[in-house]
C-alpha cells in the first residue's frame, strides 16, 4: 500500500494550511490512518490519528489547532492545520495500517511533507 501526501509548505505564524494523504494499492480495509511530524533533531510524535473504533486521537501540543478528518470512500485523510506557531515547523508523515486484499496486514508511511512556519 502506498501513501502519496498533498500540500505543505511555507505559512506564517498565525496562518493555516491543509495537508492530505490519499493511500493506494489493494486495500481491504483501514483500521488507522492519521499524521506524525518530525523536527530536526526531535523525534518523530504524534499529530493525529484516526481509527475504525473511535475518535481521533490528537497529540497535546496541536489539539483545539488542528483537526484531521477522512473520508472512507476514497482511502484519504486530511489535516487542518490553524494556529501555526514556528515550533509546529516540521517534516510531516502520513501513516496507515490494516490488511490488503490477500488478508495481509500493511504498515505504510508515506514520504513525508514539509511545513515551515516563519514570517
Known amino acids: 500500500v502506498q501513501l502519496v501526501e498533498f500540500g505543505g509548505g511555507v505559512v506564517q505564524p498565525g496562518g493555516s494550511l491543509e495537508l492530505a494523504c490519499a493511500a493506494s494499492g489493494s486495500i481491504l480495509s483501514i483500521d488507522a490512518m492519521g499524521w506524525y511530524r518530525q523536527a530536526p533533531g526531535q523525534q518523530r510524535e504524534l499529530v493525529a490519528i484516526?481509527?475504525?473504533?473511535?475518535?481521533?486521537n490528537y497529540g497535546n501540543s496541536v489539539k483545539g489547532r488542528f483537526t484531521i478528518s477522512r473520508v472512507n470512500a476514497e482511502n484519504t485523510v486530511y489535516l487542518r492545520m490553524n494556529s501555526l506557531n514556528p515550533e509546529d515547523t516540521a517534516v510531516y508523515y502520513c501513516k496507515a495500517r490494516g490488511y490488503e486484499s490477500n488478508w495481509k496486514a500493511f504498515d505504510s508511511w508515506g514520504q513525508g511533507a514539509q511545513v515551515t512556519v516563519s514570517l
Open positions: 484516526t481509527t475504525s473504533r473511535g475518535d481521533p
